[in-house]
């Protein structure tokens, strides 16, 4: 089968990580595979051998467009400079990208589709799907599209001064459901984010299904221990760095109260964390500079030999669409606790495969404590989380993308 992908982005996440396994993995299962990319997340999948990438240049900022609609270039090694971002220019930013660009890019994309002889168009994130459906009238293949935890963001009626927003937000609403209605099928990492798009008035679970983010079981599982031993009592790891939807800060606000049970607790933080940063100001602020290590932005080898050599990881996240970071812990033997948020809740089951808890630095604590202080909770949730864990490798998971692929074929062409 030829399989395109679709990502347009700027920056690397979760999406984008999902895009470079699912390619890795139907490549090796012997699968064409080409990925229609943007100049942003370009450097990202170079690494990619046998797989065919189509950079369209530049989107996510008004100089990085300006460029891609001025260049004629529709070679992969023919490259544009992103431009610097605009100060307030996100939404004229987003209306130019899919008003103008898309159009303008085409008949370009049309022909390298056409090209490859692709026989499925996948595409991540609503950047992407909002490009692969306004093509599906031009083509006659099946167009896929992949929800990932940020889809209702932006389609909520703006409140305060953001009413403002108002037409922009209505704009991008009626886009999306347009797009959305055009795809011939769609999936969703969780039943949460389903549930979140439809809060927005766009019906889509008639053609939607659920299919998890998945983890390389045996990569994680193999992976060999640090050379060194961290400083710490009872080690946490906390994997989200700098963003605050994660809720590091309330991590961080939850400590003394941590330290007044559990003295020698050490919390490591992965993840890029600028100095000047909130968290800095509350660790320098309440003392923790012994308790708290900012270990910046790590390679996935060196990530995963830190969270083998800690007790747990927590991210006590006020929003999430699913938690990979959750799923590789266990499959490392790692308790998790995470914000009783999101698709989170459908994830974890509470008391057996972790510990929910309110996104608040009081309750935070408490799971800590609760955690360290009961051994036998620790093991039966590591035992738990192991079996649960095994569900979600990447080979299971691009095996439902494939059937997926084929009933999506299927129905095309034997219309009911």
């Given amino acids: 089968m030829n399989i395109c992908l679709v990502v347009l982005s700027d920056g690397w996440a979760g999406a984008e990580t999902v895009v470079h396994e699912l390619a890795r993995h139907f490549r090796d299962r012997g699968e064409n595979v080409s990925i229609i990319l943007n100049e942003e997340i370009y450097r990202y999948y170079a690494d ?31 490259r544009v400079s992103p431009g610097k971002a605009f100060p307030g220019g996100a939404h004229l930013t987003t209306i130019l990208r899919e008003e103008l660009c898309y159009r303008r890019l085409e008949n370009r994309i049309l022909q390298n589709i056409r090209d490859n002889d692709v026989d499925i168009l996948h595409a991540h994130l609503t950047t992407a799907i909002v490009l692969a459906s306004g093509l599906r009238e031009r083509l006659d293949i099946p167009v896929v599209g992949t929800l990932h935890g940020t889809t209702a963001r932006g389609l909520e009626r703006p409140r305060g001064i953001r009413w403002l927003l108002l037409p922009s937000v209505s704009w991008r609403r009626r886009r999306l459901a347009e797009a959305l209605g055009k795809a011939d099928m769609l999936t969703a990492v969780s039943d949460f984010e389903l549930t979140s798009v439809e809060k927005c008035g766009i019906s889509i ?17 193999n992976t060999p221990l640090p050379t060194g031993s961290p400083k710490g009592g009872f080690k946490l790891l906390f994997p989200g760095g700098g963003r605050l939807v994660k809720g590091g800060d309330l991590l961080i606000r939850a400590l003394p109260k941590v330290k007044e049970r559990i003295p020698l607790v050490h919390v490591y933080v992965a993840g890029d964390v600028p100095q000047g940063h909130v968290m800095r100001r509350l660790a320098a602020a309440g003392s923790l500079a012994d308790s708290i290590t ?22 006590p996240s006020r929003e999430e669409g699913f938690g990979i970071a959750f799923l590789e812990a266990m499959a490392l033997g790692k308790p998790v606790i995470a914000g009783n948020v999101g698709g989170v809740t459908g994830l974890i089951e509470n008391g057996r495969t972790g510990l929910l808890v309110e996104p608040a630095p009081s309750r935070i604590a408490d799971a800590i404590v ?32 494939i059937q997926l692929y084929i009933d999506a074929r299927d129905a095309l062409r034997h219309p009911k």
């Fill in 48 to 78: 990619l051998e046998n797989v065919r990438l189509f950079n369209i240049g530049a989107l996510f900022s008004l100089g990085g467009l300006v460029s891609t609609l001025a260049s004629s270039s529709t070679a992969r090694e023919s």
């Fill in 370 to 401: 609760f955690l360290h202080e009961r051994l036998d909770v620790q093991q039966a949730m590591v035992r738990n989380g192991l079996d649960y864990v095994a569900g979600f490798d990447w080979s299971s998971i691009s095996r439902r993308y």
């Fill in 205 to 221: 679970r008639h053609k939607s299904t659920v299919i998890p983010n998945g983890i390389n079981l045996a990569e994680i599982q």
């Fill in 294 to 315: 900012f270990v910046g932005l790590l390679g996935p080898t060196e990530y995963r030999q830190l969270l083998k050599s800690v007790d747990a990881l927590v991210m």
